[in-house]
Structures are given as structure tokens and as C-alpha cells.
């Protein structure tokens, strides 16, 4: 239980540690390396919580694709992000305010917190011995199936936003054509001519 | 599978939609023929929901229902969105934004929205709104050429996404606290002394409040209205209202049913607030589609006024007033498609005038509808407002309803102005003349409904009653 408890710490704290630098942090590539190292951590937790299906989503979806991509838009796009942050002091007085508004709201959402009593034995899926991707299983596809089809109708319109928003066809663009060069005959290309003495050539193009 | 004839409007929406995007990824140039296809299958799916009328059903497990409520609205969705890719038709081949695509989200918007209206579940109300909302952004942003279009792409995705993330952060809440994510049993356990709960159920109307642009959510409607091409911003007007409105009666009326005294102030403060900005700021519009982004405001502030009463006539109200806000707007904005002077579109208010000398048909039915959204008898406009108040006094909202009265003259004043600037100011050029059928058909059936309504009530607000008995 002591080793429970010292390993939950350590991620713990090694989870808010991470993200207060990542937005303390002037280097933006470390800050990234630093968003990873925190989702690394909250996953670790996840799965110390016996969610270990979502702690490797966390891992494969944030680590494995979102923040490789992040990391990618970061080193390949040089923006001066010093300068970009240099007028934000103005905002300061207001974004307290925000902060402070958010932090009064859950300190009150702490004190009045309590779960309630049934509240994982709910539903009758999750009650059986099933594995955490079982039971999700389970209920993806039964109950949530048309919300779970839904969310691919999403990711379809997500797919066509993309392409409408920046694919551009231009016609300038010469295509490379296997089979057009392939079929070319010599007598498409190369004429014979003969040429008279001291009157030259006249080539028709 | 019994059941599975009860959402065959949405898979065959559904499957249209994939089959249409084929054939517009192999055929070149093909947005004609897929705008024809898009319109005739919406139409194909009026019967198909209309079908199912009458029946009260619960699918997957109590989280899909399918009642009158749903399908009425669905209808009107189907309705409005077939009339608006009719009458937007020629504005889209003007301005060169004819992409297939364009009728493809339109359909997958409707598809979230259908999601939206039946959703018994936060998880279902939450990605009927971002298959909506998705499709919008990039309907919005579609001029991509025109930095104007980019900017209201760019703004109502970021407010969008932020108002999803506050929807989301209640949705968690309310989850957390009742362990549930299905409106019965969230019914079933919402505690009204519990502080969380109550953050969740602000949280999750805030983040309805910004999809029906009610105030103080309403910042991005104006620009984003202005900016986006008008044949989208057209589309904007109609069908995300009526499922935002759909939404919110679900959700306010079946999981938070039993704490209706905590969400009955909130909905008050957004109606009076919508009402007086919308009539207010108005007023020194010189841009058509800005004037119509902040009518459309107080639109939704009288809707929302039927809804915070609480009682069966104030959602048959809302539900009524919705249908008439819809046909109210399908012919305004084919009046505002109409405004073209050598094939370029103008937006300015000023350029209406002297419409009543050269196109004296259309500047009649332009006035009537500013008639009717003014609210003055015996147009259709006035009897939806006056449904509005009478279930507003009724559940003694007397404050509300004085507010109200008082906004309804104020936003006179703006409509009335522009009639005066379409029969009084001096003449100008005309305009094009209209070759667009779709324009003619809509503005003929929105005059003509709007016009002998009140001839005949009883035929819409039978429908709209069984509607409304539905959530009760």
C-alpha cells in the first residue's frame, strides 16, 4: 500500500509540475517535450486507477499523435513566440479575474463534492468481472451504438472540412502520366525532314 | 432491430450523404446535380419522419426518442433546409462557391441536428451538436478567397469550440453528480441543494445559449453573419435555431424538469437581455445581414420568453413562434438573395431604395415579412408574439411580459426604416432581374403563409400542440 501511495505521489507530482512549466517554460519546444512528460504522467495515473484503457488511449491518441504533431508545427513553423507573448501583460488584470472567478467556483464545487453512492454500479455492463476494453466494448456496441456511428459521421465531416478548406486544384500542375509516356509512339515525337540546300528549315509549332 | 424503421429518416440521411459525397469526389463539377440529389432527399425525408407522427418511442436503452416533438421539428429542419438550398442556388454559382461539397455538410449538419432534437442523452445532445457544428464552420468559411468569409470561419469555430468546452465541463458535472448521462435517471437523482449540479445545468445552457446566439452569448452572431457567404448565412438563420430550441426544451423540460424554479431566472435573464440588445443595437445597422443577425437575436429572446414560463402553453408558444421565425426569415433572406446590380450582390440597407418603383411585387412581399417580424396584426409575426405573451401572462411573468411589448415597439422602429427606405427614398438602379425559380417559390409560399395564417390558426397549432405535449 506504502509503494501504491509513494508511486501515485511521484506522478502526481511529477503531473503538475510538468504542466506549470510547460506554460512557464520560454522555449516552446520544451514545452511541448514538457506537455508529453504530462501526459505521460496522467496516464500513468489512469492506469494506477484501474482505468487502463484510457490510460493507453491517452498515451497512443495525445502522446502518439497529437503532441508528435504539435512537436512538428512547432520546429517546422518558426514563430517568434517571445514576441507574441509580449502584449499579453495588458490582459493581465482580466485574465486574474477569470482565474479568479474559476478558482471560487471550485472551491465551492470541492466543499459541497460528494459521489454518488451507486454510482459505478449504474449500469449492468460494467458490473460483470469483464476488463475495462471489455465493458467499454460492451456498451460501445449496444447502447452508445449510434452515438459511437455518429462520432465517425464526425471525423467523415471533419476529413471533408479539411479538404474543401485547403485543397486547391491547379491547373498549371503538370501531372506525371505512366501510361501517356509509356504509349508514345516515335511518330508523335520525331519528324524527318528534308532539308534543301541554303533555304533551311521552317519548323511549324 | 424492431425498432430500427424509427430512425430510418437519419440512416437514410446518413447514407445519402455517403453516397453523394462518392459520386462528387468522381464526378467533375458535379455541385448540380449533388445540390438536386441533396434537396430531393430531404424531401424524401419528410414522409419518412411524418411516418412516424404519432408515435412515442425510446431507443437504445432510453437514449434516442423519437415523439412529436422530435419529428415536428424535424420536419420543419427538412422543410427549411430544402427552401434555403433552393433559393441560394444561384447566389452559390455567382460567387463561384460551388463546390459539391456545400450541400454535404448542409446535409451532415442536419444530421447532428436531427441527433440533437432527439437526444436523450448528454453524450448524443453533445455530438449532434458538434456534427452540427462542424459542418458550419466550414460552411462559413467556405468564400476561402474572401478574407471576410476566413474571419467568420475563424471566430465561430474559436467561440464555438470554447462554448463546446463549457457544455462539455457541465455535462462532466452533472455526470459526476448524478452518474448518469440519460436525462431520466439525471432527472431522477438532480439534487436541487447541490451546488454542482446547479453549475453543471448553467454550464451546459450556456453552451445551448451560444448555438441559438442568445444573449450574452450572442457576440460572434453579427460578424459571423455579415462575414460568412449569404446563402450560408441564410442557412444559419433557420435550421440551428430550431434544433438549438429543440435541445434546450429536451433538456430543460426532461432532465431538469424537477429544479425548474433554478433554471426559470436564468432563461428569464436571457430573454429580457436578448430582446432589448436585438432591439437596441439594431437600430444603427447600415448591413441587411447584420440587421437580420440581430432581429434574429430578439427572435430568440421571445422564443426563449415562451420557454421560461414553465407551462404547456409557453412551449407550445416557443414551438409556434419558431416555426413562424422560420418561414419569417426563409423569405427575408430570399428578398436580401434578390439585391444584385450587375451580378454583384449588394448588402446595404441604403441600396433598397426605390425597390417599390422597380420591382413592386417583391418590395410588397419584403414588407410584408418586416411587417410580420415587427409583430403587426394580422400577420403572422403578431399572432406568434401574441401566443408568446398570453402564456407569459399566464404564468404571471407580468415583468417579462411588459419588457417584451416594450422591445417589440422598439424593433419597429428598424423595420419600419427600412420600408420607408424601400417606398419613400428616391429611386436608384434596379436590380437584376430574377431568373432563380427557387427565389420565387419561397417568397411566394412564405408571403402567402404569413399573409392568411391568421385565417386559419387552428390547422398549425393542432400540430404544435401535440408537439409540445410530448416533453410535458
Redesign the interface.
Given at each position: 500500500m506504502l509503494a501504491h501511495a509513494i508511486i501515485f505521489y511521484f506522478f502526481a507530482f511529477v503531473t503538475i509540475t510538468s504542466s506549470i512549466m510547460v506554460i512557464s517554460t520560454k522555449n516552446t519546444v520544451h514545452a511541448v517535450f514538457l506537455l508529453i512528460l504530462d501526459f505521460v504522467s496522467v496516464s500513468c495515473l489512469f492506469i494506477m486507477l484501474g482505468a487502463e484503457f484510457l490510460g493507453m488511449i491517452t498515451l497512443i491518441v495525445y502522446v502518439g499523435a497529437v503532441a508528435v504533431l504539435f512537436l512538428f508545427v512547432v520546429m517546422m513553423i518558426n514563430i517568434d513566440f517571445a514576441e507574441l507573448k509580449s502584449g499579453s501583460l495588458d490582459y493581465m488584470p482580466f485574465g486574474l479575474l477569470v482565474g479568479l472567478v474559476i478558482l471560487v467556483e471550485l472551491g465551492m464545487m470541492a466543499v459541497s463534492w460528494k459521489y454518488k453512492p451507486d454510482f459505478v454500479v449504474k449500469n449492468p455492463m460494467t458490473t460483470t468481472t469483464a476488463s475495462n476494453t471489455e465493458s467499454i466494448g460492451l456498451l460501445i456496441y449496444t447502447d452508445y451504438f449510434f452515438f459511437f456511428q455518429l462520432a465517425g459521421f464526425i471525423l467523415l465531416v471533419a476529413m471533408i472540412g479539411a479538404i474543401v478548406l485547403t485543397f486547391r486544384r491547379k491547373n498549371s500542375l503538370r501531372r506525371q502520366d505512366i501510361t501517356k509516356q509509356v504509349s508514345r509512339e516515335r511518330e508523335d515525337a520525331v519528324e524527318l525532314i528534308k532539308v534543301i540546300s541554303s533555304k533551311g528549315v521552317k519548323i511549324n509549332d | 432491430m424492431n425498432n430500427l424503421n424509427l430512425?430510418y429518416p437519419e440512416l437514410f440521411i446518413?447514407i445519402s450523404?455517403?453516397v453523394l459525397?462518392i459520386i462528387g469526389v468522381f464526378k467533375k463539377n458535379s455541385f448540380n446535380l449533388i445540390t438536386k440529389f441533396t434537396a430531393f432527399s430531404l424531401l424524401i425525408a419528410i414522409p419518412m419522419v411524418y411516418i412516424n407522427d404519432n408515435v412515442s418511442v425510446k431507443?437504445?436503452?432510453n437514449?434516442?426518442i423519437i415523439d412529436e416533438l422530435s419529428s415536428f421539428l424535424k420536419i420543419l429542419i427538412l422543410g427549411s433546409s430544402a427552401f434555403a438550398l433552393f433559393f441560394t442556388n444561384q447566389y452559390i454559382k455567382d460567387n463561384k462557391i460551388d463546390?459539391f461539397?456545400y450541400p454535404?455538410?448542409i446535409m451532415?449538419a442536419i444530421?447532428?441536428m436531427f441527433?440533437m432534437i432527439s437526444s436523450n442523452?448528454l453524450?448524443?445532445l453533445y455530438?449532434?451538436i458538434?456534427?452540427q457544428s462542424?459542418?458550419l464552420?466550414?460552411l462559413a468559411?467556405?468564400n476561402?478567397d474572401s478574407v471576410k468569409s476566413t474571419e467568420a470561419?475563424v471566430k465561430y469555430f474559436v467561440l464555438g469550440a470554447l462554448s463546446s468546452g463549457l457544455l462539455l465541463y457541465g455535462c462532466s458535472?452533472i455526470y459526476?453528480?448524478?452518474?448518469?448521462t440519460n436525462y431520466y435517471?439525471i432527472a431522477e437523482?438532480f439534487d436541487s441543494q447541490?451546488?454542482?449540479l446547479i453549475?453543471g445545468l448553467v454550464f451546459i445552457l450556456i453552451g445551448l445559449a451560444f448555438k441559438i446566439s442568445a444573449v450574452p452569448f450572442h457576440m460572434w452572431t453579427p460578424d459571423v453573419y455579415e462575414g460568412a457567404p449569404t446563402s450560408v448565412t441564410a442557412f444559419f438563420a433557420l435550421a440551428p435555431k430550431v434544433a438549438g430550441f429543440g435541445a434546450i426544451i429536451r433538456i430543460l423540460y426532461v432532465a431538469f424538469d424537477n429544479v425548474f424554479v433554478e433554471w426559470q431566472i436564468i432563461l428569464i435573464f436571457m430573454s429580457v437581455a436578448s430582446m432589448i440588445l436585438g432591439a437596441v443595437a439594431a437600430i444603427g445597422q447600415t448591413n441587411i445581414k447584420r440587421l437580420m443577425a440581430y432581429s434574429s437575436i430578439s427572435h430568440m429572446g421571445y422564443g426563449l420568453a415562451g420557454l421560461a414560463t414553465g407551462i404547456n402553453e409557453g412551449v407550445s408558444a416557443s414551438i409556434l413562434y419558431i416555426f413562424l421565425y422560420v418561414v419569417m426569415k426563409i423569405g427575408s433572406f430570399a428578398c436580401i438573395l434578390i439585391m444584385k446590380r450587375k451580378n454583384i450582390y449588394v448588402e446595404n440597407i441604403r441600396d433598397l431604395s426605390g425597390l417599390s418603383k422597380n420591382h413592386p411585387v417583391i418590395a410588397l412581399s419584403f414588407t410584408v415579412f418586416l411587417f410580420s417580424l415587427a409583430g403587426i396584426p394580422p400577420l403572422a409575426g403578431f399572432f406568434a408574439k401574441f401566443y408568446i405573451f398570453m402564456a407569459v401572462i399566464k404564468a404571471d411573468l407580468i415583468a417579462l411580459a411588459v419588457i417584451g411589448l416594450v422591445t417589440t415597439v422598439i424593433s419597429a422602429f428598424y423595420y419600419l426604416r427600412i420600408i420607408k427606405i424601400i417606398y419613400f427614398d428616391p429611386e436608384q438602379e434596379k436590380f437584376d432581374s430574377i431568373t432563380s425559380n427557387g427565389i420565387k417559390v419561397s417568397l411566394t409560399f412564405s408571403t402567402l403563409l404569413i399573409l392568411f395564417y391568421f385565417l386559419n390558426p387552428s390547422i398549425l397549432n393542432y400540430f404544435v400542440n401535440i408537439a409540445s405535449k410530448a416533453v410535458q
Open positions: - | 430512425i446518413g450523404l455517403m459525397l431507443l437504445f436503452s437514449n434516442y463546390q461539397e454535404i455538410l451532415s444530421l447532428g441527433v442523452n453524450i448524443g455530438l449532434g458538434e456534427l462542424l459542418s464552420y466550414v468559411s467556405l476561402r470561419g458535472l459526476g453528480f448524478t452518474g448518469s435517471i437523482n447541490n451546488l454542482g453549475f
